[in-house]
């Protein structure tokens, strides 16, 4: 069986769905509360390449962050998103899948499935 990691935060209406599905189906990921323990930056970049998505792409644009740190500004490099993804992870879009060398943003929660071996 394909290990399974949730990257989570509890107080997320999408994120508490995505575990739900996953438990329902008798699956019990590894969860990181990645508020508390924020991924490296080489994490944050092997997410995003199994993500298939770009820093901006993973971005929360709604944040409080997001505005105060103009992160809007396209003339940020791809590291520069990152390193502030790892300074403020409440900038990072939940939840995340990841199952082997896959992984899939939650949003909606069913997306989760997708990536189930």
């Not at 508490?16 to 990645?34: K, S």
């Not at 199994?50 to 505005?67: P, V």
Request: glycine fraction near 6%; include cysteine; aromatic fraction near 2%.
């Amino acid at each position: 069986m394909t290990e399974l990691t949730l990257y989570h935060n509890p107080r997320c209406s999408k994120s508490r769905g995505a575990l739900e599905l996953l438990e329902a189906r008798g699956l019990a990921p590894t969860i990181v509360r990645y508020l508390e323990t924020p991924p490296s930056a080489a994490e944050l970049r092997d997410l995003l390449a199994k993500l298939g998505l770009s820093a901006r792409q993973l971005l929360r644009s709604g944040e409080d962050e997001y505005k105060e740190l103009n992160l809007a500004d396209s003339g940020l490099s791809e590291e520069q998103l990152i390193a502030a993804m790892v300074a403020h992870p409440k900038l990072i879009e939940r939840p995340i899948l990841i199952a082997g060398d896959k992984a899939v943003v939650g949003r909606p929660p069913e997306r989760v499935l997708e990536i189930l071996p």
